[in-house]
């Protein structure tokens, strides 16, 4: 399973971003596909994780309103739309593919990437 996350960048509270995370096709069948985080001195989150059937199964009470997830059969990707963000959204966020529908227990991993969002 490869995983390969983009879209990571330096924005201001209140703007937006969006990330990108390209599968490969084995990940796509019966995995839940998901986003992590991890700030600085915390341990990693969960963030937002759907289903292989396209159903979100787990969404942080921290973005609740403000993030969402979507993943495209046809491009093979999993997206997460950051809207209103906030400096403690501050993270290099990872995403994730498992057989768990809310990504519990063994996971694979993509690379980090970093999103600053400045006051």
């Known amino acids: 399973v490869q995983l390969q996350a983009s879209g990571g960048g330096l924005v201001q509270a209140g703007e937006s971003l969006r990330l990108s995370c390209a599968a490969s096709?084995?990940?796509?069948?019966?995995?839940?596909l998901g986003w992590f985080r991890q700030a600085p001195g915390k341990e990693r989150e969960p963030v937002m994780a759907?289903?292989?059937?396209?159903?979100?199964?787990y969404i942080a009470e921290s973005v609740k309103g403000r993030f969402t997830i979507e993943r495209d059969f046809a491009k093979n990707t999993v997206s997460l739309q950051m809207n209103s963000l906030k400096p403690e959204d501050t993270a290099v966020y990872y995403c994730?593919?498992?057989?768990?529908?809310?990504?519990?227990?063994?996971?694979?991993w993509g690379q980090g990437t970093l999103v600053t969002v400045s006051s």
């Open positions: 994730a593919a498992g057989a768990s529908p809310i990504l519990k227990g063994r996971n694979y």
């Open positions: 759907i289903s292989w059937r396209g159903s979100v199964t």
């Open positions: 096709e084995r990940a796509l069948k019966g995995y839940a």
